[in-house]
């Protein structure tokens, strides 16, 4: 777990070395995840490090066991005015080791994730650590949807990661850099040319629908 803790802190650091420097304009643009723009992903990366299990449990029995309605009172909750100041609140989060009663590979899935829902309307760039995604990809496909995983998205598929050592599956193949296939299997767009193959298309088609 240390060693997932340590990618994780690593992870948060690089998006606020990304963010620093963001103008003001750009908060407001729309994240990859539907609903929320740059700014509000950012609050939610800050929720998600400061939740506890039983904190977690609370708030979403609160919330009437609803994911997305505790999601958006944690970002709301952590929504400064200032971007800026959400920003601070997140680099004195950063180092946190608190987390919601979830396997640890989902505290990759969040950083990685989240990151490029930020990273790529922005077109900022990001060299992740492959092995690392593969965790997470991994963990995405024995998850099923109703709990923000991928596993009917991966369903009857072999992805293959051209960047690290990762073939899951079997169907037709999807051949693509790891991360772009960690984005597809959770409902994230990708580039046209990133994700290749005969099951490339249904892939697509699954995120879409």
Do not use: K
Request: charged content about 25%; some cysteine; proline content about 6%.
């Amino acid at each position: 777990m240390s060693e997932i803790w340590s990618v994780v802190h690593a992870e948060r650091r690089a998006l606020i070395r990304d963010l620093e420097d963001l103008p003001a304009q750009q908060w407001a643009t729309p994240s990859l995840c539907p609903g929320w723009d740059v700014h509000d992903v950012l609050a939610h990366l800050v929720d998600d490090a400061r939740t506890t299990r039983l904190g977690f449990l609370g708030r979403l029995a609160a919330s009437g066991f609803d994911f997305d309605r505790c999601n958006d009172r944690g970002i709301a909750r952590e929504r400064r005015a200032d971007p800026g100041g959400t920003l601070a609140a997140f680099r004195a989060v950063s180092g946190r080791t608190t987390s919601a009663p979830a396997p640890r590979a989902a505290r990759l899935v969040e950083v990685f994730v989240h990151g490029e829902d930020i990273r790529r309307p922005l077109s900022v760039r990001r060299a992740c650590p492959a092995a690392h995604v593969a965790e997470a990809l991994r963990y995405q496909l024995r998850t099923g949807g109703r709990l923000g995983g991928g596993r009917e998205r991966g369903a009857g598929l072999r992805l293959v990661a051209t960047d690290a050592d990762l073939a899951v599956g079997t169907g037709p193949e999807v051949h693509g850099p790891v991360l772009a296939l960690l984005l597809a299997v959770s409902g994230r767009p990708v580039g046209s040319d990133e994700l290749t193959g005969p099951g490339a298309a249904v892939l697509a088609r699954r995120r879409t629908g």
